[in-house]
């Protein structure tokens, strides 16, 4: 047994010992540079199991004591996103790294028109859908620290654990997570942190699970043998629920999304991706993780319940089973193990939401407030409070909500929120028609039924609303009760909720796709977007010879104005500075019109780190002004280029503005050029030959030039030969 004020104690000193990896990582980093690629890429495969969280450490097991091998269905949607991530995962990579991308919610948005609505609309969903899920991990922190101190009684000490936590994740997210204001900037103590963890929950859980297999029983045989022998198949049963195929189909669905949606996912997959040749070790070392972690599940689950420990207290059954037997040390490392799989969950995700807070729902508020403006400055103080806010609000969640069947249904609520991401998130990496207005259309369609199908009936087993809505739907109307919507029922309620929230978000996305016509500028967006996830784009300058008319000075000091207000006046112009000597104009004092569009388009882009790419774009059309001969010479640029590809067609399909079906000019420049170095090879083919049959031309000359000599030295001596006879 161990005491509250022990257990503090072990927490702070875990705590410090992160900290001090983090800061020797960093700083080793600092002074010896990145390590080699094949420990990078270790390290990022590692990172990715900041998938398994609390509510798999100790919920996989209460999954599987009442409900068999469904809790599979978790980890096996997983894999088989995982085992598409050569395509999805390198295409999400490579187009982060040309537009600076900071969150999934800045993804979407700049693939769709780098629209701020669809960037608020999905933070609100990330907010509503998973800042309640780190309630959950706090909560699985507070009560084993419950279990293993034997408190039934909430005392001071164990109330104080929770804030000690809660603190302890705050103060490392902001002094490792967000010290700086670029989200974009490589984490490496974070993820380093986030390595260790995962190792410390995966040891502790095996170590478990040997303890509860081959101690407490003779392995693997006799475990299945006494619960046949109890009645208790039912635990490494398939089909241990009603209507376990649709559960089946489900699960499998959420956690295919969950892989790509979560944004603690998305921030490690591919925000802190450095190379994209990392995601092939990412592969099959997160698989193997999956399995390792479950492979002692239903022995853990099967103990407890052969142990007679209460089925209601099965989520922790880890715990219990070592504490029952009186082995401390292995209680302690299960302490540990579950404290880890919260902790890595709640630092990303904390700082994920506070980036995304920050980016899409405070700074358009700041901008549309003109006395807000000088806000700007203090963006990186604005996510320290809401890091704060996020956590200190998650654990008065977890305190008033304790028992309550909200937060016990949040984990699938949770994974529900997320699934609404993915026909934006899919369409926009593989169909070119999706657009703006159906990604609008679908999301908000998809978080709608989500609220209604999901959230009001947690809202009414808890008692905030009157029970005959369940019963009788809104208004007496059968047909729109929240968990039996068009009269569909006898499903499990997630089923039945991933079922109407799909259709509507699907139907809508399609539907909005194809009846709005985007304008030429989300085309040509669409355009560079798409083939941004290609090929990784150069992001250095390209200087040009074109004519230079445009003085620089002002070009600087307006960009230096608009940084200003988001970083310290020296940073300011330290940037605009490195954009100068990248673009190879430093020296000059005029600069051509695709110097000044290269200039704004780095200048985009690294504001984008900052505010996220769709802020960035505002900030740029807000405060970056052309003259008209540069307005005129920038709207002649891409027809000069056409013309002299000898594309003169090509104009006039860019001039058709409304056809949604027309190609715009970026994509008929890419045609043009794979047509030109198709020519280019075939030329080069034709040169080729021809110098050949050159050199067989010469060859054959030289011999016969030859052959005339020799012919005029014969001819030569036999005049002289026939002038001697005649003498």
Known sequence: MFSASSVILIVALYMGILFLIAQRVEKRISLRGAPSQGSQALMYGLSLAVYHTSWTFYGSVGFAATSGLLFLGIYGGAILGIMLWGVTLKRMVYAKTTFRITSIADFISTRYNRSQKIAALVTLICLLGIAPYISLQLKAVISSVDLITHSTNRSLENEMTGMLVALFMAIFTIAFGVRRIDPTERHPGVMAVLVAECLVKLIAFMMVGWFATYHLFDGFGDIFSRLEDRGLSHVYSFNAVENSGYMWVTLLLLSFAAIQNLPRQ??????????????????????????????????????????????????????????????????????????????????????????????????????????????????????????????????????????????????????????????????????????????????????????????????????????????????????????????????????????????????????????????????????????????????????????AYILLEPKLDEAILLLSEFHSEQKAQDEVQRIAEDLQVADKTHISIIELMEFHRMLEHILAGSVGSAGAHNAIEKNIRYNERESADLKALYSHIISELNTGSAIEKVAEDDSPTSFNIIEDLQNQIDRLEIQVKEQSKTIESLEGKLEQRNEALFKSRLEVQRAQQEVHELRIELSKNLN
């Not at 099959?284 to 239903?298: D, E, K, R």
């Not at 302490?335 to 980016?359: E, H, R, V």
């Open 266 to 547: 998305f921030h490690v997959a591919v925000v802190e991706n450095s190379n994209p040749k990392h995601v092939r070790t990412a592969m099959w070392i997160l698989p193997l993780y999956m399995i390792l972690m479950n492979l002692f599940v239903v022995p853990i689950a099967a103990a407890g319940l052969l142990q007679g420990l209460p089925i209601t207290s099965a989520d922790y059954f880890v715990l219990l089973l070592p504490q029952q037997s009186g082995e401390q040390f292995l209680t302690l490392l299960a302490f540990i193990g579950g404290f880890s799989a919260a902790t890595g969950m709640i630092i990303i995700t904390t700082m994920t939401l506070s980036t995304m807070a920050s980016n899409h729902l405070v700074m358009p508020l700041i901008d549309s407030v003109k006395g807000l403006r000088f806000m700007h400055r203090y963006l990186l103080q604005i996510r320290w409070g809401l890091v704060l806010a996020i956590l200190f609000g998650s654990l008065w969640f977890a305190e008033a909500f304790s028992d309550s069947y909200i937060l016990v249904a949040i984990g699938l609520i949770s994974f529900v929120a997320v699934l609404q991401f993915t026909p934006a998130l899919f369409g926009g990496l593989f169909w070119k028609r999706g657009n703006s207005a159906g990604a609008l259309m679908g999301l908000m369609a998809g978080f709608i039924v989500w609220s209604y199908t999901l959230l009001l009936p947690a809202f009414i087993q808890h008692g905030w609303f009157d029970q005959t809505l369940l019963t009788q739907g809104p208004w007496q109307i059968d047909a729109l009760r929240p968990e039996a919507l068009f009269g569909i029922e006898g499903l499990h309620p997630i089923t039945h909720a991933v079922l109407w929230s799909m259709v509507f978000n699907l139907g809508c996305y399609l539907v909005g796709s194809l009846l709005y016509s985007p304008n030429k500028a989300e085309r040509t967006l669409t355009c560079e977007f798409m083939a941004a996830m290609r090929v990784l784009v150069n992001q250095r300058a390209r200087p040009t010879g074109l004519n």
